[in-house]
Protein backbone atom coordinates (compact mmCIF):
# COMPACT_ATOMS: atom_id res chain seq x y z
CA UNK A 1 0.00 0.00 0.00
CA UNK A 2 1.19 3.44 -0.96
CA UNK A 3 2.07 6.35 1.75
CA UNK A 4 -0.38 8.17 0.27
CA UNK A 5 -3.26 5.24 0.56
CA UNK A 6 -2.31 4.72 3.89
CA UNK A 7 -3.01 7.98 4.70
CA UNK A 8 -6.19 8.21 3.28
CA UNK A 9 -7.50 4.92 5.16
CA UNK A 10 -5.84 6.70 8.25
CA UNK A 11 -4.82 5.38 11.77
CA UNK A 12 -7.22 5.78 14.99
CA UNK A 13 -3.63 5.89 17.02
CA UNK A 14 -0.85 6.62 15.15
CA UNK A 15 -1.15 10.70 15.63
CA UNK A 16 -0.15 12.62 12.32
CA UNK A 17 2.63 15.39 13.04
CA UNK A 18 2.13 17.62 10.11
CA UNK A 19 -0.11 17.29 6.65
CA UNK A 20 1.88 16.79 3.55
CA UNK A 21 0.73 18.50 0.69
CA UNK A 22 0.15 18.32 -3.25
CA UNK A 23 0.55 20.91 -5.59
CA UNK A 24 -0.20 23.27 -2.63
CA UNK A 25 -3.77 21.89 -1.89
CA UNK A 26 -4.03 20.29 1.61
CA UNK A 27 -3.77 16.55 1.01
CA UNK A 28 -5.57 14.66 3.98
CA UNK A 29 -6.20 15.77 8.10
CA UNK A 30 -5.31 13.04 10.18
CA UNK A 31 -8.29 10.91 10.40
CA UNK A 32 -9.79 9.19 13.56
CA UNK A 33 -8.08 11.32 16.03
CA UNK A 34 -9.90 12.56 18.99
CA UNK A 35 -11.91 15.28 19.17
CA UNK A 36 -13.50 17.32 22.04
CA UNK A 37 -15.74 16.94 23.92
CA UNK A 38 -16.06 12.99 23.00
CA UNK A 39 -12.55 11.31 22.54
CA UNK A 40 -14.66 8.22 21.65
CA UNK A 41 -16.36 9.71 18.22
CA UNK A 42 -14.33 9.00 15.25
CA UNK A 43 -13.72 11.49 12.54
CA UNK A 44 -13.10 11.18 8.85
CA UNK A 45 -11.05 13.35 6.40
CA UNK A 46 -13.00 14.71 3.38
CA UNK A 47 -10.92 12.77 1.13
CA UNK A 48 -12.10 9.75 2.77
CA UNK A 49 -15.56 10.74 3.05
CA UNK A 50 -15.56 11.37 -0.75
CA UNK A 51 -14.47 7.76 -1.53
CA UNK A 52 -17.17 6.13 0.39
CA UNK A 53 -19.95 8.55 -0.73
CA UNK A 54 -18.84 7.64 -4.21
CA UNK A 55 -18.20 4.04 -3.73
CA UNK A 56 -20.85 2.78 -1.51
CA UNK A 57 -24.12 1.19 -3.51
CA UNK A 58 -25.98 -0.72 -0.83
CA UNK A 59 -24.01 -2.54 1.34
CA UNK A 60 -21.04 -2.58 -0.95
CA UNK A 61 -18.81 -0.84 -2.72
CA UNK A 62 -19.30 -0.59 -6.58
CA UNK A 63 -18.07 1.50 -9.50
CA UNK A 64 -21.40 2.96 -10.03
CA UNK A 65 -20.85 6.54 -9.00
CA UNK A 66 -22.43 9.57 -8.67
CA UNK A 67 -23.43 11.89 -11.97
CA UNK A 68 -23.24 15.48 -12.19
CA UNK A 69 -21.58 18.05 -9.67
CA UNK A 70 -24.67 19.61 -8.74
CA UNK A 71 -26.19 16.04 -7.22
CA UNK A 72 -23.04 15.35 -5.94
CA UNK A 73 -23.17 18.98 -3.82
CA UNK A 74 -26.63 18.30 -2.42
CA UNK A 75 -26.26 14.44 -1.65
CA UNK A 76 -22.84 15.78 0.54
CA UNK A 77 -24.88 18.82 2.35
CA UNK A 78 -27.82 15.92 2.97
CA UNK A 79 -25.14 14.06 4.93
CA UNK A 80 -24.94 16.77 7.25
CA UNK A 81 -28.00 18.05 7.49
CA UNK A 82 -30.09 14.53 7.14
CA UNK A 83 -27.13 11.82 7.99
CA UNK A 84 -25.94 13.93 11.16
CA UNK A 85 -22.34 13.65 9.62
CA UNK A 86 -20.98 16.57 11.19
CA UNK A 87 -17.59 16.31 9.30
CA UNK A 88 -19.34 17.39 6.47
CA UNK A 89 -20.30 20.62 7.78
CA UNK A 90 -16.57 21.25 9.72
CA UNK A 91 -14.36 20.17 6.16
CA UNK A 92 -16.36 21.25 3.30
CA UNK A 93 -18.12 24.46 4.83
CA UNK A 94 -21.31 24.65 2.62
CA UNK A 95 -22.19 28.34 1.98
CA UNK A 96 -25.41 29.62 0.04
CA UNK A 97 -24.92 29.93 -4.04
CA UNK A 98 -26.43 30.38 -7.38
CA UNK A 99 -27.61 27.04 -7.23
CA UNK A 100 -28.35 26.36 -3.13
CA UNK A 101 -26.15 24.85 -0.58
CA UNK A 102 -22.45 25.01 -2.24
CA UNK A 103 -18.54 23.95 -1.42
CA UNK A 104 -16.07 25.20 -3.05
CA UNK A 105 -13.78 22.80 -1.32
CA UNK A 106 -15.66 19.86 -2.99
CA UNK A 107 -13.83 20.85 -6.49
CA UNK A 108 -10.14 21.09 -5.17
CA UNK A 109 -10.87 17.08 -2.85
CA UNK A 110 -12.20 15.54 -6.43
CA UNK A 111 -9.51 17.08 -8.49
CA UNK A 112 -7.00 15.34 -5.62
CA UNK A 113 -8.53 12.07 -5.98
CA UNK A 114 -8.43 12.29 -9.69
CA UNK A 115 -5.04 13.11 -9.53
CA UNK A 116 -3.96 10.15 -7.48
CA UNK A 117 -5.61 7.62 -9.52
CA UNK A 118 -8.39 7.10 -7.13
CA UNK A 119 -12.06 8.05 -8.81
CA UNK A 120 -12.21 8.93 -12.82
CA UNK A 121 -14.55 11.31 -13.90
CA UNK A 122 -16.35 11.23 -17.78
CA UNK A 123 -18.97 13.55 -19.60
CA UNK A 124 -22.42 12.02 -19.84
CA UNK A 125 -24.15 15.16 -21.16
CA UNK A 126 -24.51 18.90 -20.82
CA UNK A 127 -24.71 20.91 -17.67
CA UNK A 128 -28.23 21.47 -16.48
CA UNK A 129 -29.10 24.63 -15.48
CA UNK A 130 -28.16 24.42 -11.70
CA UNK A 131 -24.68 22.65 -13.02
CA UNK A 132 -23.56 25.51 -14.74
CA UNK A 133 -24.50 28.49 -12.41
CA UNK A 134 -22.58 26.22 -9.75
CA UNK A 135 -19.70 26.06 -11.91
CA UNK A 136 -19.28 29.58 -12.86
CA UNK A 137 -17.68 30.28 -9.41
CA UNK A 138 -15.12 27.86 -10.24
CA UNK A 139 -14.42 29.26 -13.71
CA UNK A 140 -13.64 32.45 -12.14
CA UNK A 141 -10.98 31.04 -9.85
CA UNK A 142 -9.32 29.01 -12.66
CA UNK A 143 -8.94 32.05 -14.95
CA UNK A 144 -7.31 33.85 -11.88
CA UNK A 145 -4.72 31.84 -11.75
CA UNK A 146 -4.91 28.01 -11.51
CA UNK A 147 -3.91 25.93 -14.45
CA UNK A 148 -5.63 22.86 -13.68
CA UNK A 149 -7.68 21.23 -16.68
CA UNK A 150 -9.96 21.99 -18.52
CA UNK A 151 -8.64 25.94 -17.74
CA UNK A 152 -5.00 25.84 -18.51
CA UNK A 153 -5.51 26.98 -22.08
CA UNK A 154 -8.70 29.30 -21.08
CA UNK A 155 -7.64 32.88 -21.49
CA UNK A 156 -11.07 34.68 -21.23
CA UNK A 157 -14.44 34.30 -19.89
CA UNK A 158 -16.24 33.81 -23.33
CA UNK A 159 -14.09 30.80 -23.36
CA UNK A 160 -14.37 29.21 -20.40
CA UNK A 161 -18.23 29.38 -21.56
CA UNK A 162 -17.34 27.15 -24.07
CA UNK A 163 -14.79 24.49 -21.87
CA UNK A 164 -16.10 21.40 -20.29
CA UNK A 165 -17.08 23.64 -17.38
CA UNK A 166 -20.55 23.11 -18.98
CA UNK A 167 -20.72 19.76 -19.34
CA UNK A 168 -22.26 17.15 -17.17
CA UNK A 169 -19.73 15.04 -15.38
CA UNK A 170 -19.88 11.39 -14.26
CA UNK A 171 -17.70 10.78 -11.05
CA UNK A 172 -16.85 7.38 -10.63
CA UNK A 173 -14.11 5.28 -8.35
CA UNK A 174 -10.94 3.26 -10.23
CA UNK A 175 -9.71 -0.10 -9.77
CA UNK A 176 -7.27 1.74 -7.04
CA UNK A 177 -10.04 3.40 -5.55
CA UNK A 178 -12.43 0.91 -5.33
CA UNK A 179 -9.90 -1.70 -3.52
CA UNK A 180 -9.10 1.35 -1.51
CA UNK A 181 -12.95 1.83 -0.40
CA UNK A 182 -13.46 -1.34 0.38
CA UNK A 183 -10.37 -1.44 2.81
CA UNK A 184 -11.65 1.57 4.63
CA UNK A 185 -15.39 0.12 4.43
CA UNK A 186 -13.79 -3.00 6.47
CA UNK A 187 -12.63 -0.32 9.37
CA UNK A 188 -15.05 -0.35 12.40
CA UNK A 189 -14.82 2.88 12.62
CA UNK A 190 -16.18 3.73 9.42
CA UNK A 191 -19.34 1.98 10.11
CA UNK A 192 -21.06 5.77 11.25
CA UNK A 193 -20.22 7.10 8.41
CA UNK A 194 -21.15 4.44 5.73
CA UNK A 195 -24.32 4.07 7.45
CA UNK A 196 -25.09 7.51 7.14
CA UNK A 197 -24.39 7.59 3.16
CA UNK A 198 -26.30 4.71 2.96
CA UNK A 199 -29.50 6.46 4.73
CA UNK A 200 -29.00 9.49 2.17
CA UNK A 201 -28.15 7.45 -0.79
CA UNK A 202 -30.59 4.94 -0.56
CA UNK A 203 -33.41 7.38 -0.33
CA UNK A 204 -32.50 9.69 -2.46
CA UNK A 205 -30.47 7.33 -5.19
CA UNK A 206 -34.01 7.51 -7.51
CA UNK A 207 -34.66 11.30 -7.49
CA UNK A 208 -34.21 13.52 -10.61
CA UNK A 209 -31.93 16.23 -10.04
CA UNK A 210 -35.25 18.47 -10.05
CA UNK A 211 -36.94 16.40 -7.48
CA UNK A 212 -33.54 16.40 -5.18
CA UNK A 213 -33.13 20.35 -5.55
CA UNK A 214 -36.96 20.72 -5.18
CA UNK A 215 -36.32 18.55 -1.62
CA UNK A 216 -33.38 20.82 -0.66
CA UNK A 217 -35.07 24.44 -1.56
CA UNK A 218 -38.25 23.69 0.05
CA UNK A 219 -36.75 22.11 2.87
CA UNK A 220 -33.78 24.55 3.43
CA UNK A 221 -35.44 27.85 2.49
CA UNK A 222 -36.54 29.12 5.89
CA UNK A 223 -33.01 28.19 6.97
CA UNK A 224 -31.61 30.78 4.02
CA UNK A 225 -29.97 28.23 2.30
CA UNK A 226 -31.42 28.99 -1.06
CA UNK A 227 -30.87 32.90 -0.64
CA UNK A 228 -28.88 33.66 -3.38
CA UNK A 229 -29.96 31.10 -5.50
CA UNK A 230 -30.55 31.99 -9.65
CA UNK A 231 -32.68 29.39 -10.37
CA UNK A 232 -34.66 29.01 -6.57
CA UNK A 233 -37.85 30.29 -8.97
CA UNK A 234 -37.52 27.58 -11.74
CA UNK A 235 -37.03 24.81 -9.32
CA UNK A 236 -39.76 25.49 -7.10
CA UNK A 237 -41.96 25.96 -10.23
CA UNK A 238 -40.81 22.57 -11.62
CA UNK A 239 -41.17 20.72 -8.45
CA UNK A 240 -44.92 21.97 -7.91
CA UNK A 241 -45.88 20.58 -11.53
CA UNK A 242 -44.64 17.04 -10.59
Request: glycine share 8%; charged share 25%.
Amino acid sequence: MSWAETELLGSKTQPISATPTLGGTMFAEPTFMPTAPNANVPTVSKQRLLLLLLGLDGPSISKKGIGGITRLQKLLFLLWKEAGIEEVDNSFEFKPYKAGPYSPKLYDELELLENLGLIQSEVQGEATEAEAVELEELSFEQLMGDDAPPFQHVTSRAEASTADTFEERRFTLTDKGLKLAKEMLEKPESKPFADGIRKIKSKFANYSLQDLLYHVYTKYEADGWTSESEIRDNVLRKGQLH
